[in-house]
């Protein structure tokens, strides 16, 4: 017999008791920001702060300040040139989406992907809130490639973010719900893209446009899992065409 706060215990009762309780799981940093974010959208955030990384070593071992990632040649071989992309740099739309020019850069744009991911991917899931991201980064991508400098080398995930704009505004549209908000976000994100040098406009607007598409395909096509399929998959090779074949 166990003494016990109230008279005794006995230990067979006691381990009887402990088979019905459940033990703290075990857990990882990396699976609690899962949980908390999204598994897509902490997958996201990790790429673009490995690239980050990379970047910033490859730099340092060329002699620039690690900080100045953008110094780096591999920096220079992944961003979206429009001249170069159309003399066969195929990678460059894509890779470009994953690269940010210094820490101040990648930290507003992961904070953004944080917010506003999280809540995508919550409200569309895992698949759909991919497939907004993609049409977000090939909409900005294909507004680059047919409007912008040819000679610009342009990166950055805010391409892709926009379209995360574009997709929370369409899903609100469709449950009826205070656009106001998010309209005045967008609003006095995209004047802030037209007040501050160095920023790419046109990727931006066309993110915006690009995942506001993605998503108004996947939300009001979700009762049918394969038109919706099928208009996603349109919707993507229309992009694809405007950045390699009319860009």
């Known amino acids: 017999m166990h ?3 109230v008279g005794f215990q006995c230990p067979d009762d006691v381990r009887a008791a402990g088979d019905g309780v459940r033990r703290p799981a075990r857990t990882t940093g990396l699976r609690i920001a899962g949980g908390r974010l999204g598994v897509v959208t902490t997958g996201l955030i990790a790429v673009n702060v490995a690239m980050f990384l990379l970047t910033a070593v490859l730099a340092g071992i060329g002699g620039a300040n690690p900080l100045d990632n953008q110094n780096s040649e591999f920096f220079f071989d992944l961003t979206q040139i429009p001249v170069l992309v159309d003399l066969g740099d195929w990678w460059r739309p894509l890779t ?27 409200l569309l899931g895992r698949v759909r809130f991919l497939a ?8 900005g991508a294909a507004a680059v490639q047919l409007f912008g400098d040819p000679a610009t080398a342009v990166a950055g995930a805010s391409t892709a973010i926009y379209g995360l704009f574009g997709a929370v505004a369409v899903v609100y549209l469709q449950r009826r719900l205070d656009l106001r908000g998010m ?12 007040a501050v040098p160095g920023i790419s406009v046109l990727g931006h607007v066309g993110g915006l446009v690009g995942g506001a598409a993605a998503a108004a395909v996947l939300v009001y096509a979700r009762r049918s899992v394969p038109l919706a399929a099928a ?3 349109a919707l ?4 694809l065409a405007l950045v390699y074949v009319v860009g």
């Open 96 to 122: 470009a989406a994953f690269l940010h020019y210094g820490i101040v850069h990648l930290a507003l744009n992961m904070l953004s992907l944080a917010i506003f991911g999280a809540e995508v991917e919550r």
């Open 3 to 5: 003494p016990a706060a």
């Open 231 to 233: 208009g996603a998959a």
């Open 132 to 139: 907004v991201y993609v049409g977000g980064l090939l909409g």
């Open 183 to 194: 309209l005045a976000l967008i609003a006095v994100n995209l004047v802030f893209s037209f």
């Open 236 to 239: 993507a090779a229309v992009l």
